[in-house]
């Protein structure tokens, strides 16, 4: 990393900043260029390591590339603010940014992909207001996980 100060290492503030991040992008080998898929996600720490889940639909381009065992490459970033010295004429932007790599694999259990599917709806929903989704829809619906192999977060504030 160029910027060393900016590094952020302590795993529980990698956490938040990840918590923090709306989205995540995913990117994927193809022959003629990157596919990249923008997705909501979960994330959960256990022992030290970092595992995201995402879902979708039963079909559709993305299966092409979630495969098990597909390494890819994912981005995601938060707190995005704009920094002006009008005076100057100079601005900057504060942001937190992960970027990492990790190898995806299908979560097929029912209870395993209804664990997944929490995850997913413990990051969006507001906890004070308990919503339960239709298990119905679980057979449904695709669920992978990503497991972190590496990664790299900083941050300016």
Known sequence: MRRANREVKDINEILRIMKD??????????????????????????????????????DGRKYDFLKDGATLSFQMSANHKLIMDKERGYCTMNYESVIGRGTVYEVLEYDDKEDALEVLVQKYHIPSEKFVY?????????????CVKELTCKAKA
Not at 134 to 146: G, S
């Open 21 to 58: 991040c709306d989205d995540v992008v995913l990117a994927f080998n193809d022959e003629v260029s990157p596919y990249i898929l923008v997705v909501n996600f979960g994330v959960r720490e256990e022992g030290g390591e970092i595992t995201l889940y995402i879902h979708g639909a039963m």
């Open 134 to 146: 239709a298990r119905a829809a679980i057979p449904r619906t695709r669920v992978f996980k990503i």
